[in-house]
């Protein structure tokens, strides 16, 4: 696991503050996404949903609109550890410090090619599958630079200022 305590913290007030994604929201993923992907994204929990969300937001913003099923659908393999927002942090907090916890716990740690095969089972395009299953560690050949960038900014993107701000 690479990601710094810093992406951590970041996740868990993702986790901990999100709200649902209204229907106007939830009407452009639906653009985003083919059917069969958009279904599964429905079944995320409402913090992954939201995190992808924003996520997308920044693809869009950079003119990478091309990215957003990538972004969308990066953590579709977390909604099976079952775990709420303490046993998230918990989860990752062990992976950081290499205690391997119980199968929820390697569930989450590991949903990345949990993800992967999923999306790999609907079809999904390449790039879609590969940065599911690599996006908490190196770069794949398969994924250029520039593109594996963006992708992990989107991944951690910056707080909306109101959110920082406290409003
Ligand atoms: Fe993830
Ligand atoms: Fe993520």
Redesign the pocket.
């Given at each position: 696991m690479s990601r710094s305590p810093i992406h951590l913290v970041s996740r868990f007030f993702d986790v901990a503050l999100s709200r649902p994604l209204d229907p106007t929201e939830r009407a452009t993923v639906a653009l985003w996404l083919e059917p069969k992907l958009f279904e599964l994204f429905r079944q995320q929990p409402v913090a992954d949903q939201r995190h992808a969300y924003r996520g997308a937001q920044v693809v869009v913003e950079a003119g990478r609109e091309d990215l957003c099923p990538a972004v969308l659908m990066?953590?579709v393999g977390?909604r099976h550890s079952g775990l709420g927002v303490f046993g998230r942090v918990f989860a990752t907090l062990a992976a950081y410090l290499g205690i391997s916890g119980g199968n929820s716990f390697r569930v989450h740690n590991n949903?990345?090619p949990i993800g992967a095969k999923e999306l790999e089972k609907r079809n999904a395009d390449e790039l879609v599958v590969e940065f599911a299953h690599f996006?908490?560690g190196e770069r794949p050949e398969s994924i250029d630079p520039e593109t594996w960038d963006l992708l992990l900014m989107a991944d951690s993107p910056p707080k909306p200022r109101a959110l920082l701000s406290g409003r």
């Open positions: 990066h953590d977390k949903h990345g996006h908490a």
